[in-house]
Structure formats: C-alpha cells, structure tokens
Nanobody, 124 residues
C-alpha cells in the first residue's frame, strides 16, 4: 500500500524559509514521480514542483529560483522553500505516480497517490 506523509509546515514571516518533507512507502517499483501541489483557501490546487526517478526536476514559474527539490536515499523527498512570500500561504500536498518520468507533472489528475497535506503560512 503506497503511503505519502508530509511534514515540515509551519508559520514564518515573509522572506523566511521552510523545508517540507514527503516520506513515501509501499512502492513496488523504484520508478515513480513525486510532486508537490498547493491549495490556498478559495483557490484551485496548483502545481509547485516535481522530481522524476532520474532526478529531473520541474518547477512552476511562481517558485523558480526560490524552491528546490531534493531526495535522500531513504525515500524521503524535500521541498526547500526560500524567500517565502504571503502568496505562498497554502496547504501543501505531496503526490506520486508510477513512471520513469514526470510526464504531465503539473496536472493533478496525473497522480494516483496523495498525502494529507501540511500547512504553510507566511505573514507579511
């Protein structure tokens, strides 16, 4: 059974940093794409970033240069978020789908597995 568990959310001031973690388990193949999405109150869920098995990353324009994805050797994926802005305030979700690449990475319906989310609040 595939499971995704996010952690690391919290409250910071504008310009601050946070690192989110997504711990994945239960995959029967080493090839899967892991992505982050976010959803602010009253807004649609939007893509943030994704990382493929080969380490290829994709980022939304709104976070390029500020957010960075990485992975450790124990199936934990990190989203380092720097220079946070109030507009980054949202519930952040980790998502995953089997596959060697992150094709259609920005489309939420691409992903079969989702975590419960972790809240990020940035105050001005």
């Amino acid at each position: 059974q595939v499971q995704l568990k996010e952690s690391g959310g919290g409250s910071v001031q504008s310009g601050g940093s946070l690192r989110l973690s997504c711990e994945v388990s239960g995959f029967t193949s080493p090839d899967y794409c892991v992505a982050w999405f976010r959803q602010a109150p009253g807004k649609e869920r939007e893509e943030v970033a994704a990382i493929a098995t080969d380490g290829t990353t994709n980022y939304a324009d709104s976070v390029k240069g500020r957010f960075a994805l990485s992975q450790d050797t124990e199936n934990t994926y990190y989203l380092q978020m720097n220079s946070l802005e109030p507009e980054d305030t949202a519930m952040y979700y980790c998502a995953a789908v089997y596959g060697r690449s992150c094709r259609d990475w920005s489309v939420a319906s691409t992903y079969n597995y989702w975590g419960q989310g972790t809240q990020v609040t940035v105050s001005s």
